[in-house]
């Protein structure tokens, strides 16, 4: 799964306080979870020029699950390899057991990183409360998609 390739046009790097603010804005951008953002957690993509592209992170959870979560691609940067090279990163430097939740639609892309889809008796309590806060708000919203909650062992 992981190839050591890293494009010429953009690296990797811890974030620092000073990214903070970035990361809150690209997520907001994509339109993704804006909970739990600590900058202390996580990985930033970087072009030639100094600016951030892309992030993700893994996120504690109260009941000792990690979560990949907040993987998030400017738009004009996205089919470059910038998400798969931070998720092979965030695997890599994390070896154990981790969850991750998004669309259902994007089930297969993480499928091709080893995760699978859990049903609802298999989740930690974090992921069946939080599972069906967002079935409840999709019916009430009228989403297209569904959240699916996925596991890494």
Not at 20 to 37: D, E, Y
Not at 45 to 57: E, F, K, L, P, S
Request: contains cysteine; positive net charge; proline residues 6%.
């Amino acid at each position: 799964m992981a190839d050591n390739y890293l494009p010429d046009n953009f690296s990797l790097r811890p974030a620092t306080q000073a990214d903070a603010k970035t990361i809150r804005n690209i997520i907001s951008q994509v339109r993704i979870n804006p909970l739990g953002l600590d900058w202390h957690r996580f990985t930033l993509a970087i072009d030639t020029r100094g600016n951030m592209i892309g992030c993700g992170q893994i996120k504690p959870h109260v009941d000792g699950s990690f979560e990949l979560a907040s993987i998030a691609v400017l738009p004009e940067w996205r089919n470059q390899g910038v998400a798969r090279r931070l998720i092979e990163y965030l695997l890599e430097q994390n070896p154990g057991t981790l969850y991750l939740t998004c669309q259902s639609m994007l089930g297969p892309m993480y499928q091709k990183f080893g995760f699978n889809a859990l049903e609802t008796d298999e989740m930690t309590p974090y992921f069946r409360r939080l599972g069906w806060i967002v079935h409840w708000v999709g019916k009430l919203t009228r989403q297209p998609h569904s959240l699916l909650v996925m596991r890494r062992n």
